[in-house]
């Protein structure tokens, strides 16, 4: 499974960015993100058809995945990032396995990442 990361920029507190992720088969595709020096942490999952989205505390009601619908050949899932604050300063990673999962190690295949940084 081939997968494509997009989107990333310098944004100002408060602004919002919206990440792609395209793949060459239809997974469920999970987002991480890494800073600098610290551990890649867990944003969120979306099931392969898309029924259902999963998100990390520290996100929730912040971020959105959403995907394109079954009969899209596309593959894409997008990360929409609202409110956003300097501590969403990362590299963004879609990775993509059959089922989703909140860890990382779960994941079989993954995107190069993608700069996120958000000044205040």
């Known amino acids: 499974v081939q997968l494509q990361a997009s989107g990333g920029g310098l944004v100002q507190a408060g602004g919002s960015l919206r990440l792609s992720c395209t793949a060459s088969?239809?997974?469920?595709v999970g987002w991480f993100r890494q800073a600098p020096g610290k551990e890649r942490e867990f944003v969120g999952f979306?099931?392969?058809?898309?029924?259902?989205?999963?998100?990390?505390n520290s996100v929730r009601g912040r971020f959105t995945i959403s995907r394109v619908s079954r009969d899209n050949p596309r593959n894409t899932v997008y990360l929409q990032m609202d409110s956003l604050k300097p501590e969403d300063t990362a590299v963004y990673y879609c990775?993509?396995?059959?089922?989703?999962?909140?860890?990382?190690?779960?994941?079989?295949?993954w995107g190069q990442g993608t700069q996120v940084t958000v000044s205040s």
């Open positions: 990775a993509a396995n059959p089922e989703g999962d909140f860890y990382s190690a779960k994941y079989e295949y």
């Open positions: 088969e239809r997974y469920a």
């Open positions: 979306i099931t392969w058809k898309g029924a259902n989205t999963y998100y990390a």
